[in-house]
């Protein structure tokens, strides 16, 4: 229901948009997920950052990828121009953990490099907000030592989650503003598959 105020009519939904855009005014991706987020499902089209697609659509892509079951059926998948692939691929977290995997420290119980792995990218402010707990699947080496693969991760909200400081702030309150407005369907989850590239020297 639109609430007035004066002589504009504001909807809930732009509402808490202007909201996000004070909260995370230095935080870009972490502003554009959750504009999508609450952008009602229906208005999330495809644009030059991400294709607006769902499971059965990708089926194929996720078995490749192993990618693991999820509840929401909503996936988005960005470009690898994106302004979200660029900055996972130069965030210091994944780059490192991706050298791990690269030098063979990452491996499952056969000794093998893990084809898929837990990452934490919060090595800055915006990630953090956007991203932070991810999977890094698909993993390949190129002919330039670059390493190429995918960063899959569900836009979600979690109420026992404890780590809510960023900087100097407690993020807290927002986290749990969040997670209501996710509970009522106010906040909608998505899935994000975005292509990464990692680039290294020939010889490391």
């Known amino acids: 229901m639109p609430i007035l105020l004066g002589p504009v009519v504001h909807s809930p939904e732009s509402m808490l948009k ?4 004070g909260v995370n005014a230095k935080c870009p991706n972490a502003a554009a997920l959750m504009n999508i987020s609450l952008t009602n499902p229906k208005n999330v089209k495809s644009n030059k950052e991400y294709t607006v697609s ?3 659509n990708i089926e194929n892509l996720r078995k490749e990828l192993r990618l693991p079951a999820s509840k929401t059926d909503r996936i988005l998948l960005y470009s690898k121009d994106s302004q979200l692939a660029k900055a996972l691929g130069n965030s210091a977290n994944i780059k490192k953990a991706v050298m791990d995997w690269k030098s063979g420290k990452i491996k499952d119980k056969d000794g093998n490099r893990k084809f898929k792995f837990v990452v934490v990218a919060n090595d ?6 956007a991203i932070n707990g991810c999977t890094l699947t698909g993993l390949k080496e190129n002919p330039d030592g670059s390493v ?3 960063v899959y991760d ?3 909200f979690d109420s026992n989650f404890n780590d ?4 100097s702030k407690d993020l807290s309150f927002p986290n749990k503003v969040a997670c209501w407005l996710q509970k009522h369907g106010i906040l909608h989850n998505y899935q994000l598959l975005v292509p990464i590239t990692i680039k290294f020297d020939k010889n490391s």
């Open 18 to 21: 202007s909201l996000n855009a």
């Open 124 to 129: 800055n402010k915006d990630i953090k907000r």
């Open 164 to 167: 809510m400081t960023s900087g």
């Open 54 to 56: 769902n499971n059965k």
């Open 154 to 156: 569900v836009y979600n």
């Open 148 to 150: 190429t693969g995918y």
